[in-house]
């Protein structure tokens, strides 16, 4: 009979609130409810609690939170998933007073239930189409699961990694970073919010976190106001106008303010300038962490920062949960700035239709359908070798035969399963039988007749060598070794940091005795971030970037190594030599005394112990066949204010395989008011070319490509001389000229 009860109190509460939704305008409908609201239950709205299933920070003892939901003292849970548990939730939640629903936000980052390559990796991609669908399957999947949020894209301009988070975006270059923020939010939120495939994205963080002094999660960050502008705000303001739902703060300060109750960026810039209507959520307990950085007194005054600064909803910290009403009730708070936070959410809650249906992402079926779906196992195995990168490729040793007679396979990632994966991934009971292994994708790949051979030879991160032997014994044996190497999956990502980026452990020890065999060795290097291997890319005859490729890995790799696919991908982050050149990245400036090559060491900005360049530049990578980029044209030596200019390069296929081929434009202001970068990226193209195939590209460049922030922050073009490149990388030689006037 209760339980007849409680079902009929949500029938009638729903009923309601759908003859209500259906009555009015979603403006109308908030401003109705938030007239009805208390202030503990608007302050409830704002406070986000984490479903105790999983976490990303320290979790925070409560007393019962189905009570505090019950009461309407939540507004969002993170971390819960999967139909019955987010049903459960709700219902609750229709208990308040008003049945004000839940939203339920999770990580999902380069996938759900079939994970792709990380997001860095993806990005390797250069695929915009590519890296849009995986966020949409990813939001498909995620949406069936009862998820409405997913606190992604990362777009954050990382140029340290040592920073562990490099792993999460999309690299060193704001125009490339722009381009995929801009495509995985039209992803994850697909037709628009409200499709049941559809999730809010949320870009995160607010801002400059990928300039973490010294590289170290949850550092200070101190630039100037321009290079804030320049560098680091593009990737947001491309997510806003994509029309990005949420965003989420940074931990860093910056120049001496926490993002998180720093109202320069949240109410002067997204709320200000860019107009943004969503709602901003700070990150893990980052309002109260305004406390250790020295920024706020107690609870109290870390709640009246962050709210007056523009935070939206407190994720996990309760300062807002603790201290507001107070705040309010004494005058130190203002209610219309409550009011503004509340209707925020609320007005999200209603886009996602949540007022109509609470329960439309709780569908049992679409659940089920989404758990082993084939055609996104088959993106997946796209995305994954699309993701490759081939850095070395010395006497066209890849790709192999797949008649080879021995291949021996060796190495701590070799046969890891979880570990494709990566960093921020969702787990699920299934994964370790479920994940295809590098060593089955090869395996699989080969003929019948073929035989496999393996040996682990060591651990990803111990000094233990008890291996070598029996890697020594079988590489002996084989024909070829394909060895898989790099960094673990949990040793990037979220306080992951490292001052020492080389192979972890005794890898490399492991490589150098292999290599001693003189049998030809193709490497896989599985990371998060780029590392440094000079040894490795100085002797070993083929090498694959591989990132962490996700559910399809092995058959990816696989897919690459004999053939099936040939390799496309580029780099999106420089590849430094040593630590030492760390912040390396290859938009900098010039100097007033430049290093006019890596033997000029006199009184010229370079190393007296290293040379200048980085080993692998931004948007390098290699392919199995050849391209020729030549006859740059413009279609013009001039560009007026308002014009436009077309730059056009014949791409050839000159070599054995068909092959696709990443055509990037970067320019150069040669005389500006500030200092300008050498070179900047502001146009790329990926063809696909048959052998001896040969295609114009055409880029168009306009006066709005060429404008930057000036000193006092103005956004600005210059009349004046510029240089433009073509080529497949940021050392590109091909290069012509044209002047901006009046």
């Known amino acids: 009979m209760l339980k007849k009860i409680k079902t009929l109190l949500l029938m009638s509460l729903l009923s309601f609130t759908v003859s209500s939704v259906c009555a009015q305008d979603a403006e109308s409908f908030v401003d109705n409810l938030l007239s009805k609201m208390t202030l503990d239950e608007k302050i409830g709205q704002l406070n986000q609690y984490n479903g105790d299933w999983g976490a990303t920070g320290k979790i925070t003892p409560d007393g019962d939170k189905e009570k505090q939901i019950r009461e309407g003292k939540v507004g969002s849970m993170l971390n819960v998933t999967g139909v019955d548990k987010t049903r459960k939730l709700q219902e609750i939640a229709l208990q308040s007073r008003l049945g004000i629903p839940l939203i339920f936000g999770q990580d999902v980052i380069h996938g759900f239930r079939t994970t792709f390559p990380?997001?860095?990796?993806?990005?390797?991609?250069?695929?915009?189409?590519?890296?849009?669908?995986?966020?949409?399957?990813?939001?498909?999947?995620?949406?069936?699961?009862?998820?409405?949020?997913?606190?992604?894209?990362?777009?954050?301009?990382?140029?340290?990694?040592?920073?562990?988070?490099?792993?999460?975006?999309?690299?060193?270059?704001?125009?490339?970073?722009?381009?995929?923020?801009?495509?995985?939010?039209?992803?994850?939120?697909?037709?628009?919010?409200?499709?049941?495939?559809?999730?809010?994205?949320?870009?995160?963080?607010?801002?400059?976190?990928?300039?973490?002094?010294?590289?170290?999660?949850?550092?200070?960050?101190?630039?100037?106001?321009?290079?804030?502008?320049?560098?680091?705000?593009?990737?947001?303001?491309?997510?806003?106008?994509?029309?990005?739902?949420?965003?989420?703060?940074?931990?860093?300060?910056?120049?001496?303010?926490?993002?998180?109750?720093?109202?320069?960026?949240?109410?002067?810039?997204?709320?200000?300038?860019?107009?943004?209507k969503g709602f901003v959520v700070s990150d893990w307990g980052s309002i109260g962490e305004m406390i250790?950085?020295?920024?706020?007194?107690?609870?109290?005054?870390?709640?009246?920062?962050?709210?007056?600064?523009?935070?939206?909803?407190?994720?996990?910290?309760?300062?807002?949960?603790?201290?507001?009403?107070?705040?309010?009730?004494?005058?130190?708070?203002?209610?219309?700035?409550?009011?503004?936070?509340?209707?925020?959410?609320?007005?999200?809650?209603?886009?996602?239709?949540?007022?109509?249906?609470?329960?439309?992402?709780?569908?049992?079926?679409?659940?089920?359908?989404?758990?082993?779906?084939?055609?996104?196992?088959?993106?997946?195995?796209?995305?994954?070798?699309?993701?490759?990168?081939?850095?070395?490729?010395?006497?066209?040793?890849?790709?192999?035969?797949?008649?080879?007679?021995?291949?021996?396979?060796?190495?701590?990632?070799?046969?890891?399963?979880?570990?494709?994966?990566?960093?921020?991934?969702?787990?699920?009971?299934?994964?370790?039988?479920?994940?295809?292994?590098?060593?089955?994708?090869?395996?699989?790949?080969?003929?019948?007749?073929?035989?496999m051979l393996y040996a682990k030879g060591c651990n990803e991160n111990d000094n233990d060598r008890k291996g070598f032997a029996e890697a020594l014994r079988i590489a002996q044996k084989a024909d070829v070794v394909i060895m898989s190497l790099g960094e673990g999956p949990a040793m990037s990502g979220e306080a992951r940091s490292r001052s020492n980026i080389h192979f972890s452990g005794v890898q490399e020890d492991l490589?150098?005795?292999?290599?001693?065999?003189?049998?030809?060795?193709?490497?896989?290097?599985?990371?998060?971030?780029?590392?440094?291997?000079?040894?490795?890319?100085?002797?070993?005859?083929?090498?694959?970037?591989?990132?962490?490729?996700?559910?399809?890995?092995?058959?990816?790799?696989?897919?690459?190594v004999f053939g099936d696919y040939n390799p496309s991908g580029k780099l999106p982050m420089t590849f430094p030599r040593t630590e030492g050149q760390i912040p390396i990245y290859y938009n900098h400036y010039n100097t007033g005394r430049p290093a006019?090559?890596?033997?000029?060491?006199?009184?010229?900005?370079?190393?007296?112990?290293?040379?200048?360049?980085?080993?692998?530049?931004?948007?390098?990578?290699?392919?199995?066949?050849?391209?020729?980029?030549?006859?740059?044209?413009l279609s013009s030596s001039k560009m007026t204010a308002d014009g436009k200019i077309t730059v056009s390069v014949d791409v050839k296929n000159t070599g054995n395989y068909d092959g696709e081929e990443v055509v990037q434009l970067y320019i150069r202001d040669l005389v500006g008011s500030v200092v300008r970068p050498v070179r900047e990226l502001k146009g790329f193209t990926k063809i696909a070319l048959k052998k001896g195939e040969m295609q114009k590209v055409i880029f168009e460049l306009k006066s709005s490509d060429l404008k930057f922030y000036n000193e006092k922050v103005r956004y600005i073009d210059e009349p004046g001389d510029y240089e433009i490149y073509v080529g497949n990388s940021s050392a590109a030689t091909l290069k012509g000229a044209f002047e901006l006037v009046n």
């Open 596 to 633: 006019k090559d890596n033997n000029d060491k006199n009184y010229v900005s370079a190393y007296i112990d290293l040379q200048n360049d980085p080993k692998y530049p931004f948007g390098y990578g290699l392919s199995y066949t050849t391209f020729d980029i030549s006859n740059l044209q």
């Open 292 to 451: 250790p950085h020295g920024y706020a007194k107690d609870e109290a005054d870390a709640a009246l920062k962050a709210i007056i600064a523009g935070s939206d909803m407190d994720m996990e910290s309760r300062c807002y949960k603790n201290t507001l009403q107070k705040l309010v009730e004494t005058g130190k708070v203002p209610v219309s700035i409550i009011d503004d936070a509340v209707k925020r959410i609320l007005l999200k809650k209603y886009e996602l239709g949540l007022f109509t249906d609470p329960f439309r992402y709780c569908n049992a079926e679409r659940e089920k359908a989404q758990t082993n779906n084939a055609e996104h196992l088959k993106f997946a195995r796209e995305a994954g070798k699309k993701s490759i990168v081939l850095l070395r490729n010395k006497n066209n040793l890849l790709p192999l035969n797949k008649n080879t007679k021995t291949v021996a396979m060796i190495g701590p990632f070799a046969k890891a399963t979880v570990a494709n994966h990566g960093f921020w991934s969702i787990a699920f009971d299934d994964d370790s039988t479920r994940i295809v292994s590098q060593y089955d994708g090869i395996r699989n790949h080969l003929d019948k007749n073929s035989v």
């Open 118 to 276: 990380i997001p860095l990796g993806e990005t390797a991609s250069w695929d915009l189409a590519l890296i849009e669908k995986a966020a949409r399957i990813a939001a498909t999947e995620a949406a069936a699961y009862g998820i409405h949020w997913t606190f992604a894209p990362m777009v954050d301009i990382a140029r340290d990694p040592r920073w562990g988070r490099v792993m999460e975006g999309a690299g060193e270059d704001t125009y490339l970073g722009s381009k995929a923020a801009e495509a995985r939010v039209h992803g994850f939120q697909g037709k628009g919010l409200g499709n049941i495939d559809a999730v809010m994205a949320c870009a995160k963080h607010f801002a400059a976190y990928g300039a973490a002094v010294g590289g170290r999660d949850y550092n200070s960050v101190d630039m100037s106001n321009r290079q804030l502008y320049e560098t680091y705000l593009p990737p947001f303001k491309a997510a806003v106008d994509a029309g990005v739902a949420t965003l989420m703060n940074s931990f860093n300060d910056i120049n001496g303010v926490p993002a998180t109750g720093n109202s320069f960026i949240l109410r002067d810039i997204l709320k200000g300038e860019w107009n943004f």
């Open 511 to 560: 490589l150098k005795e292999v290599a001693k065999t003189g049998k030809p060795i193709v490497l896989l290097i599985n990371a998060g971030r780029p590392l440094i291997f000079n040894w490795a890319a100085d002797n070993v005859q083929a090498i694959l970037y591989t990132w962490w490729l996700g559910t399809e890995a092995g058959n990816a790799i696989a897919d690459v």
